[in-house]
């Protein structure tokens, strides 16, 4: 009987080191070829298996497949589809396993983050019940770094690294501008309802004076009447203010200061718009000149400074996610686990993906200064291993070489289609 094949599917958010995480899936399933067959890819994630729209990663050359570890992006196509419960529409899941009987498959592998957990314990759960058993392992990756029972995320610490050089290069372009020109420069990152991100800024800041002058924390109640006092008396002590804002900074009533009213495909509220606001604060009610930017797609795309330890534990964490599953293991995820020593050191563990779906890993309020705008020294502790390492890509004529892949399609064997 031939070796049952895998399926592997990213998902959500792509970062600058998924692709790290899909060589380590590939490299792995390639050197255990006998226990396993091909590794399929799902085109565009979960819904290239609802489409039957599988890519055969067996047609692409060991070179590039290695070249992953340097592409940022998702190779083969992400999206942001959850999976209804099952007692809403069992019509997914059934179809999920019509493709994968039809295609031997006995692997799958999600790489994703909160929401990719649920689907990957949902799959686990129900392919059971349905009668095609099929081992389910997740594959941590979120740039938010909000999951349970992983000391960091991969795809954290490149974007926590692109963060703090970013406040540091454009701090020192305002302060030498600033006597004369823009007073207060706000730079927007990413995090709905946990602050790791706009934190990272912090390590920019190693002495009195150095910016960001002020973080704001989706954990910390925004005031307008603290936020403009502290933005005027940064201004007359220092010059200038830079100030770096989670996307997901709350009023005290836990109102997003930046909700658009719309919400995207897994429901949630989709932000924007939270720099400029702030910046009308500050030219309202002090008259300073401002600029502002949203790092936006820019800092999880950021592959040409990525940081080392990140590359290295997202191709960990698919290369355990494999073995795992060669160990029989089920519905669990590769976590990364601290060392205990003052130097940083860290191994891969084990974490059920029972107690990770549908939870949230907040900044620890130890994590955040009394006056709520900066970091602690535990906080820069934890932080700073996690940007150490340049894993530059390769360039050529001045640009950074990507891989490409051929993305050559599997032929389907079933007759339905299906619609998503």
């Given at each position: ?41 799902g ?78 314990l949902?799959?686990?759960?129900l ?57 207060v420069?706000?730079?927007?990152v ?44 940064t ?31 897994f ?28 790092a ?108 490409r ?16």
């Amino acid at each position: 009987m031939p070796a049952k094949n895998a399926f592997y599917a990213q998902s959500g958010g792509v970062t600058a080191v998924i692709n790290a995480s899909a060589c380590g899936v590939i490299e792995t399933a390639r050197a255990h070829r006998g226990k396993i067959g091909k590794v399929y890819a799902g085109r565009n994630g979960i819904i290239g298996a609802l489409r039957e729209d599988l890519i055969d990663t067996s047609k692409e050359s060991k070179t590039a497949i290695h070249g992953l570890l340097s592409t940022p992006a998702g190779a083969f196509g992400s999206c942001r589809h959850k999976l209804k419960n099952p007692q809403e529409n069992r019509a997914e899941y059934e179809r999920l396993i019509e493709v994968f009987k039809a295609h031997n498959i006995g692997y799958f592998f999600y790489n994703g983050g909160g929401d990719s957990a649920d689907t990957c314990l949902k799959v686990s759960q129900l392919s059971e019940s349905m009668g095609y058993p099929l081992q389910a392992i997740h594959i941590p990756k979120t740039i938010d770094n909000d999951l349970p029972l992983t000391d960091t995320c991969p795809g954290f610490g490149s974007v926590a690294k692109y963060v703090a050089i970013s406040t540091r290069e454009a701090a020192l372009d305002v302060a030498s501008m600033c006597a004369t020109s823009t007073k207060v420069f706000i730079l927007e990152v990413m995090g709905r309802h946990a602050g790791w991100i706009a934190a990272a800024a912090g390590l920019a800041a190693e002495q009195d004076g150095d910016a960001p002058h002020m973080i704001l924390f989706p954990e910390v109640a925004f005031d307008r009447k603290r936020f403009l006092a502290r933005v005027q008396r940064t201004v007359k002590r220092h010059g200038y203010c830079v100030i770096v804002a989670s996307e997901g900074t709350q009023d005290a009533e836990g109102r997003f200061l930046s909700e658009s009213g719309l919400t995207d495909a897994f429901g949630h509220s989709q932000l924007g718009g939270l720099a400029p606001a702030l910046a009308d604060m500050v030219k309202s009610e002090l008259g300073y000149k401002y600029h502002w930017a949203v790092a936006d797609y820019l800092q999880r795309s950021a592959r040409h400074i990525a940081s080392q330890t990140d590359v290295d534990q997202a191709y960990a964490v698919g290369k355990a996610a494999v073995e795992f599953a060669l160990q029989g293991k089920n519905a669990v995820m590769p976590a990364i686990q601290r060392g205990k020593g003052k130097r940083y050191s860290w191994h891969i563990g084990e974490a059920p993906l029972q107690n990770v779906a549908n939870r949230e890993r907040k900044m620890p309020r130890d994590f955040i200064s009394r006056d709520g705008f900066a970091i602690t020294k535990k906080a820069r502790d934890y932080l700073a291993p996690l940007i150490v390492g340049e894993a530059y890509p390769q360039y050529r004529k001045g640009l950074p070489v990507y891989t490409r892949l051929k993305l050559v399609a599997v032929p389907r064997k079933l007759k339905t289609a299906f619609k998503v």
